[in-house]
């Protein structure tokens, strides 16, 4: 089955102490990306990816790290979590990026807490 | 400065009613994508309209880009407990979301 897998689906957390947010997706697609939803803000991409090796800032990059390693792997890294780094965050992928009809495939988020 | 505006934010409604919510922006696309999440997953794509006044037909919605290429509708006729979650607009080519409409649909 063609998906994209987050884990874990739950976390909490206190701040400072770093974390990974695992993605991986099994559809051989070049682009890839991190969102985090919160209330009243819609969804806000943090970075994104549009093959290995190359990665770039989306709208809030900050407090974030990512890597590309691998086709399929786009880990999001937490160096040090603050609170306001408390959201629902989504991992997405798309066969390419700019293409017209190619829409983002999402996980089923992981609910982050920091204390 | 929110690329794509959504209304309205929120709109509850009963059971059979219909609806329409809207995607603008100052901005042309060259397609433009609508989602629909469910609580507790992620964004599922309904649809991707290309061609400015298409309209397409999935069941009892109905999504329209506008002539212009800078706004879209979706309209929901008899809308059902099914139909409730967050739909959201998307450009098509750059990723960039709007802020989503929730709709609650009351048995």
């Keep these: 089955e063609a998906q994209v897998t987050q884990n874990p689906r739950y976390l909490i957390t206190v701040t400072g102490k770093k974390l990974t947010v695992t993605c991986s997706q099994n559809m051989n697609h070049e682009y890839m990306s991190w969102y985090r939803q919160d209330p009243g803000l819609g969804l806000r991409q943090i970075y994104y990816s549009m093959n290995v090796e190359v990665t770039d800032k989306g709208d809030v990059p900050e407090g974030y790290k990512v890597s590309r390693k691998e086709k399929r792997n786009f880990p999001l890294i937490l160096e040090s979590p603050s609170p306001n780094q408390t959201s629902l965050y989504f991992c997405a992928s798309s066969l390419s990026w700019g293409e017209n009809n190619s829409p983002l495939h999402f996980g089923n988020g992981t609910r982050l807490t920091v204390t | ?107």
Excluded: M
């Excluded at chain 2, 002539?67 to 509708?73: C, P």
């Excluded at chain 2, 979706?74 to 739909?87: E, F, N, R, S, V």
């Design chain 2, 1 to 107: 400065t929110q690329l794509l505006e959504q209304s309205p934010q929120f709109l509850s409604i009963q059971e059979g009613e219909n609806l329409t919510v809207y995607c603008n922006s100052s901005s042309v696309f060259s397609s433009l994508q609508w989602y629909r999440q469910e609580p507790g997953e992620g964004p599922v794509l309904l649809v991707t309209v290309v061609t400015g006044g298409e309209v397409k037909k999935l069941k009892r919605l109905t999504f329209q880009f506008g002539d212009a290429r800078k706004d879209s509708s979706l309209h929901i006729t008899a809308a059902q407990p099914g139909d409730t979650g967050l739909y959201l607009c998307e450009t098509g080519n750059q990723f960039y979301f709007g802020t989503g409409t929730s709709l609650t649909v009351i048995p």
